[in-house]
């Protein structure tokens, strides 16, 4: 079998309980969806865009969005998720050739997706189907799938170059439950803590503020789309007290991690507008 040369990916199937809005979330990798039951309301730049049960969409890398996922009685929310690199993203588009990319990333609805299209789809998301295959297969069909997306308008937009605090970001996300220190990361990227220090709060933001917020974003994927317990996803990202670690995902998010995966309370607001803490993370 030939060595892959690219991560794998494979489908997240995305399951919510609760009604909730989620701010300032934020892809490290651009993601192709279907809404598979409910409703997702996804807004960047105070554009919203709705995709109701068998919508299709991409999800734009690095850039802010507030996700809200509404189950319809008695189903819960129900969304199916592909995350894939970008490059390959440029790579179809650059053999296309006439395609428009948009100078901004930003939510797009893919519309009437054919059979062939959503078949595929449904192939890449299924666990093993692609890293069974060689490697240059595997990216040739992300590339089709990439390309039928295109041809019913959802096109990736134009990267920006990443910010420090992005890839500070990456580099927490490969294993969040690590003790993670400003030390560690001025190693990681060559400079000084000072340095460093300096460079995140000319983004306006702080190595605690992203550790944090890199670590609530995983535990929400994960409340989404595991049946881990609470006090094992604490552990995924970090946190021995599972008390400590639900005040911490409420204060973010605005709702309980059991609302999210069960709704099993009642919430008079929905999600919350929170300080600043980061980056902003992974939609889902």
């Known amino acids: 079998m030939e060595h892959q040369d690219f991560p794998i990916p494979t489908g997240a199937l995305i399951r919510q309980g609760g009604r909730a809005c989620f701010y300032r979330l934020v892809n490290t990798n651009p993601l192709l969806i279907q809404v598979q039951s409910g409703t997702k309301i996804v807004t960047a730049n105070d554009k919203p865009l709705r995709l109701d049960a068998g919508a ?32 390959l993203f440029e790579d179809a588009y650059a053999r296309m050739g006439s ?8 939510p797009a609805r893919s519309s009437n997706m054919p059979d062939e299209a959503a078949a595929l789809f449904e192939y890449c998301c299924q666990p093993g189907n692609l890293t069974r295959l060689p490697s240059a ?12 997306f295109a041809l019913c308008g959802a096109v990736l937009g134009q990267s920006s170059s990443p910010r420090l605090e992005d890839r500070l970001r990456q580099m927490i996300e490969t294993d969040p439950a690590f003790d993670w220190t400003l030390r560690h990361a001025a190693h990681a990227f060559n400079m000084s803590e000072a340095t460093l220090r300096r460079k995140l709060a000319a983004e306006n933001t702080s190595f605690s503020e ?20 609470m006090a094992q996803v604490a552990l995924e990202v970090g946190y021995h007290s599972p008390s400590q670690f639900a005040a911490r995902f409420k204060e973010r998010f605005g709702v309980s991690p059991r609302h999210v995966r069960n709704g099993s309370e009642p919430v008079e607001r ?10 902003d993370v992974l939609s889902r």
């Open 270 to 279: 929905i999600g919350t507008e929170v300080e600043r803490s980061g980056a």
């Open 210 to 229: 992203i550790l944090s917020d890199t670590r609530m974003n995983r535990a929400l994927g994960l409340v989404q789309t595991t049946a881990l317990s």
């Open 56 to 87: 299709y969409g991409l999800l734009p890398d690095y850039q802010p969005l507030t996700m809200e996922n509404i189950p319809k009685a008695p189903q819960q929310y129900q969304t199916i998720a592909l995350s894939v690199p970008r490059q």
């Open 99 to 106: 395609v428009a990319v948009p100078s901004m990333p930003l």
């Open 137 to 148: 297969i595997a990216r040739a069909r992300l590339m089709e799938l990439i390309t039928w």
